[in-house]
């Protein structure tokens, strides 16, 4: 068969990859001058940042962590144990924050132990479950966590009230630890959350987009199609058109909004549900830094506005010992927006160098130098009745034989292992068919 990929970053280059290992004749369509998508990279000056946050190699699949460390290759990535921390009212608490009340002010930890037994009780007699996000944070971690960390945290993340929220995503997103960690946790004895990421991997050189390159090696000569922005996809007799050209089948990361905008005969209803998939976009602010004695931290929470913009900070220079020059280190802040920009990137990045300076994470003349990077699709805004639309447009789209795949293609909060999971599947779909 002849398939057109549409998009190049990590869910697009694996498709791909094992598509024309099947025998397919493939041609994958990227709009950049370079493959790497949500995974992009860039190196400047010797210091590596990756342009969507923070990534990492880990997965919970052996199949997958064994496709993306063996795509590297054996010697090409470093591993890490995880550290992560809260930065909240000038002192570190473990992360998940329920794991960490050992870590908060006596007069916090009181607040949050009990008002996390009371919410528990209540849910143990049957207190209904809600279901906007806000007052589900609430039923399910109290009062005490939600005040501290919960609600500003994912304030500072959705910039959207968060009763707008729905709660069908927050199964594996959100840590669920149990009641005994919690008080253990309250009573000094350190608990462990989210141990599948205990340990992660990345990449040696070329930062998180070098995991896109070495999969996309795998791809033969002539299917890649870089400056080749897709701009139409027409239903025919016999398959589709892809900017004119016949396609048996057409499979697509590209964001289903932006999709939708590209397909012609759509009922009214299934556009409406195509345009009411909404995002949240994201700026990272890299800096690099003239400072050699980095904390072992892999990553920062920052719930408090008082801290900076940023919801997250990596410590990226610890990810792998080539990310910056001997001697040197660096981090990436998350700053996320919602359909109005930040301000401009000067203001974002003073914005973050004086939070993080006012915490003592390092010293303004520490900075090297700075670069913003603006990533319009980051995050799947949950709204409330997003499921109705979703399963419009996924069902719509089966309907025409069209393959929806990815983190922004079929609208699932996927990783990136499981957008290489997502492929794999696929890939064995059409091997059945065959």
Known sequence: MKIAVLGGGITGCTTARLLA??????????????????????????????????????????????????????????????????????????????????????????????????AWHERRNGAAVPTNFRDWCTWRFGEGICALFMHPYNRKIWNVPLEELGTAWVEGRVPDAPMEDVLQSALGQHTAGYVHQAVFHYPLTGGFESVVHAIAAGIPAGVVRLNTPVTSVQRGADGYAVNGERFDEVVSTLPLATLGRMLEGLPAAVRTAFGALDHVSLRTVFLALDKSDAPPHSWLYFPDPHDGPQNRMTWLSNYSPRNAPPGKSSVMAEVTWYRERPGTEAETTEAVVAGLTRGGFFQRDQVIFSRCFDVDHAYILYRSGLEGHLESARRWCAEQGLHVVGRFGNYSYFNSDMCVRAAMDLAADFAKRS
């Open 21 to 118: 290992a099947a025998g397919h004749e493939l041609c994958l369509f990227e709009a950049a001058p370079r493959l790497g998508g949500l995974c992009a990279s860039s190196t400047i000056d010797g210091f590596v940042s990756d342009h969507a946050g923070g990534h990492i190699l880990f997965s919970k699949d052996k199949q997958v962590l064994d496709f993306m460390l063996g795509a590297l290759g054996q010697g090409n990535y470093h591993t890490t144990k995880r550290d992560t921390r809260i930065w909240l009212r000038d002192r570190f608490v473990r992360y998940p924050f329920e794991n960490g009340l050992c870590d908060l002010h006596e007069a916090d930890k009181f607040r949050c132990l009990r008002d996390y037994i009371l």
